[in-house]
């Protein structure tokens, strides 16, 4: 898998930005996929999976009611609109695939995009 992440920049707080993530030869309903974020001097954490059937979704409890994680098989493509930003998620978020060895969590990922920075600041 080769995903490029898109969609990112700078927003003020109470915004909204919608990330994508694409790989023209993948199938997002086979994977387990991830939206996860690093900030400076950070670790980096989950954000949002979602899973390969059923797309079940999962989100941490700082994005809960906030962010939106979704699929488009046709366009190949996994989405993460992002409503009411707050300066703490100024963050690069990355996307990421698993193998769907069951329900999506945020652990045992294998494939990463380069990232995209989200900047929220007024």
């Known amino acids: 898998l080769q995903l490029v992440e898109s969609g990112g920049g700078l927003v003020q707080p109470g915004g909204s930005l919608r990330l994508s993530c694409v790989d023209s030869?993948?199938?997002?309903?086979?994977?387990?996929m991830a939206w996860f974020r690093q900030a400076p001097g950070k670790e980096r954490e989950g954000v949002a999976c979602?899973?390969?059937?059923?797309?079940?979704?999962r989100y941490a409890d700082s994005v809960k009611g906030r962010f939106t994680i979704s699929k488009d098989n046709g366009k190949k493509s996994v989405f993460l609109q992002m409503e009411s930003l707050k300066p703490e998620d100024t963050a690069n978020y990355y996307c990421?695939?698993?193998?769907?060895?069951?329900?999506?969590?945020?652990?045992?990922?294998?494939?990463w995009g380069q990232g995209t920075q989200v900047t929220v600041s007024s």
């Open positions: 990421a695939a698993a193998e769907p060895w069951g329900p999506c969590n945020f652990d045992g990922y294998d494939y």
């Open positions: 030869k993948f199938t997002p309903d086979y994977w387990n």
């Open positions: 979602i899973s390969s059937k059923g797309g079940v979704a």
